[in-house]
């Protein structure tokens, strides 16, 4: 079956760097788009990042101003999120998502089927 599973989070300092993966079994992994959303205590998922099969269109949020970069290597089935210049604010649960059925990238959650089990990130000031 579809399995996401996210590492790399953390406790860190504002103004630090912290890289998420997530490694996807049991499907073609390039063949899924794939993203990252954050969910914060007591808010809504929120979208971060996607990125298209092949890796080479990327979206992001507006709100990161650039401190995000979404990766992937379909060699190793693996997904990245390179976080610079923390804020405390960035502190959430970290999912990655994928979906197989589009070739477009998407923001919202609910096209994508598949999820990981999430991974803490906590910024500290």
């Known amino acids: 079956q579809v399995q996401l599973v996210e590492s790399g989070g953390g406790l860190v300092q504002a103004g630090g760097s912290l890289r998420l993966s997530c490694v996807g079994s049991g499907f073609t992994f390039s063949s899924y788009r794939m993203a990252w959303f954050r969910q914060a205590p007591g808010k809504e998922r929120e979208f971060v990042a996607s990125?298209?099969?092949?890796?080479?269109?990327?979206s992001y949020t507006d709100s990161l101003e650039g401190r995000f970069t979404i990766s992937r290597d379909n060699t190793a089935n693996t997904v990245y999120l390179q976080m610079n210049s923390l804020k405390p604010e960035d502190t959430a649960v970290y999912y990655c998502?994928?979906?197989?059925?589009?070739?477009?990238?998407?923001?919202?959650?609910?096209?994508?089927?598949?999820w990981g089990q999430g991974t803490q990130v906590t910024v500290s000031s």
């Open positions: 990125i298209s099969r092949g890796g080479g269109t990327s």
């Open positions: 998502a994928g979906d197989p059925t589009s070739t477009s990238i998407s923001r919202h959650p609910t096209n994508y089927g598949s």
